[in-house]
Structures are given as structure tokens and as C-alpha cells.
């Protein structure tokens, strides 16, 4: 399996690229809006690197960062997207707009990527609002603990979450105080401190 690929870009095209490593040129497919952000042809370049290995073919996916590929092999683990589809997903929306499409829900967003319609936006939200990171970017442990504790008790994410932000930015740090705080503003109710 290639991991990753460092060595000089030979040509750039609107749906890959190729690098020559070593007087190999590997083709790499990737998201079309990171193209623009790749060097000039004939400067090196490193891309983090999906294979994906069918009968007929070996294709490579490349990223510039870890957290890309990562969201690409987490979308392929929902049924019916393949590695075009993610790569369509990809370049389709911008990856935070993406996230905040998962976390709030927001089918109509989803919709908007070419090829996705409603039955695989739903989908979507409800294999993968729990596998990706938060739009807002990776929390602390106790920030996710109180999340996952709101979400057992039945409220939505995109609620919970609101809620437990306002509690962070009230200076709350410990998961009881933190579930405590963000209790007052789903319920409405005052909790009595012990």
C-alpha cells in the first residue's frame, strides 16, 4: 500500500495530477478544489495517499493533510459511496462547511454537492455526524464526554453542542459542572447547585 508520495509535480489536470518519484509517475485523483492549492508544475510536492485496489485497476487518492484522508476513508465506510463519490463529496463543498452540514443536520447543504440527493444526504448525517470531528474542531475530552452524556439523554447534537458551548464560554472546564450548565439551557430550568 503507497502512504504517502513525495517528489516533483509533472502535470496537473482537473481531476489528477501525476508525481514522479524517483522516475515513477504515479497519477493521483483528488478533491478539484485542492488543486489551486498544489505548487507550480515542476516543484515538489508531498501528498498523504489513499490506495484503493479493485480487480481491474490500483487508483490513488491523495491529500495534503491527514485529517482529508481520513474524512475520505471515513466516508467510504457508508454504504453506497464509493471513492469517486467521496472525492465528489470533497470537492463538492469545503471540508468545514461539510462538517457543519453533518453536525447541524443540514440536508439542503448536502444536496447541493452534484451526484448527492436526499436518500444519501440522510444517510450521511446519520452514519457519519458521530465518526467526524465537530465543525468548530477537535474538543477536549471532557467537551466530548458531556457531549456523548446530552446525546444519551435524547437531545440532538447540533442543541447539545450549542448548549455545551455557551456552558465552555461561561468557563466551565469540569464534565459535571459542564453538564450541569448546558441542562439549564436545554431545559430551561435552574439546577440547584450541592
Given at each position: 500500500?503507497?502512504?504517502?508520495?513525495?517528489?516533483?509535480?509533472?502535470?496537473?489536470?482537473?481531476?489528477?495530477?501525476?508525481?514522479?518519484?524517483?522516475?515513477?509517475?504515479?497519477?493521483?485523483?483528488?478533491?478539484?478544489?485542492?488543486?489551486?492549492?498544489?505548487?507550480?508544475?515542476?516543484?515538489?510536492?508531498?501528498?498523504h495517499?489513499?490506495?484503493?485496489?479493485r480487480?481491474?485497476?490500483?487508483?490513488?487518492?491523495?491529500?495534503?493533510?491527514?485529517?482529508?484522508?481520513?474524512?475520505?476513508?471515513?466516508?467510504?465506510?457508508?454504504?453506497?459511496?464509493?471513492?469517486?463519490?467521496?472525492?465528489?463529496?470533497?470537492?463538492?463543498?469545503?471540508?468545514?462547511?461539510?462538517?457543519?452540514?453533518?453536525?447541524?443536520?443540514?440536508?439542503?447543504?448536502?444536496?447541493?454537492?452534484?451526484?448527492?440527493?436526499?436518500?444519501?444526504?440522510?444517510?450521511?448525517?446519520?452514519?457519519?455526524?458521530?465518526k467526524?470531528?465537530?465543525?468548530?474542531?477537535?474538543?477536549?475530552?471532557?467537551?466530548?464526554?458531556?457531549?456523548s452524556?446530552?446525546?444519551?439523554?435524547?437531545?440532538?447534537?447540533?442543541?447539545?453542542?450549542?448548549?455545551?458551548?455557551?456552558?465552555?464560554?461561561?468557563?466551565?472546564?469540569?464534565?459535571?459542572?459542564?453538564?450541569?450548565?448546558?441542562?439549564k439551557?436545554?431545559?430551561?430550568?435552574?439546577?440547584?447547585?450541592?
Amino acid at each position: 500500500m503507497i502512504g504517502s508520495l513525495r517528489g516533483k509535480l509533472i502535470s496537473k489536470r482537473p481531476d489528477n495530477v501525476v508525481v514522479d518519484v524517483g522516475g515513477v509517475g504515479y497519477q493521483v485523483s483528488l478533491p478539484v478544489n485542492l488543486l489551486s492549492a498544489l505548487p507550480r508544475e515542476g516543484s515538489e510536492v508531498f501528498l498523504h495517499i489513499y490506495t484503493h485496489i479493485r480487480e481491474d485497476a490500483m487508483q490513488l487518492y491523495g491529500f495534503p493533510s491527514e485529517e482529508e484522508k481520513k474524512i475520505f476513508i471515513t466516508l467510504l465506510s457508508v454504504s453506497g459511496i464509493g471513492p469517486k463519490m467521496a472525492l465528489n463529496i470533497l470537492s463538492g463543498i469545503p471540508l468545514k462547511d461539510f462538517l457543519h452540514a453533518l453536525d447541524s443536520e443540514d440536508v439542503a447543504m448536502l444536496c447541493r454537492i452534484p451526484g448527492l440527493g436526499k436518500k444519501t444526504a440522510h444517510r450521511l448525517i446519520l452514519e457519519l455526524r458521530e465518526k467526524l470531528p465537530a465543525a468548530g474542531g477537535v474538543r477536549d475530552r471532557a467537551f466530548e464526554d458531556t457531549l456523548s452524556a446530552l446525546m444519551n439523554f435524547g437531545y440532538k447534537k447540533a442543541e447539545a453542542q450549542s448548549s455545551l458551548e455557551k456552558a465552555v464560554k461561561k468557563g466551565y472546564t469540569q464534565i459535571e459542572d459542564l453538564l450541569k450548565e448546558s441542562l439549564k439551557y436545554l431545559t430551561g430550568v435552574q439546577i440547584e447547585k450541592d
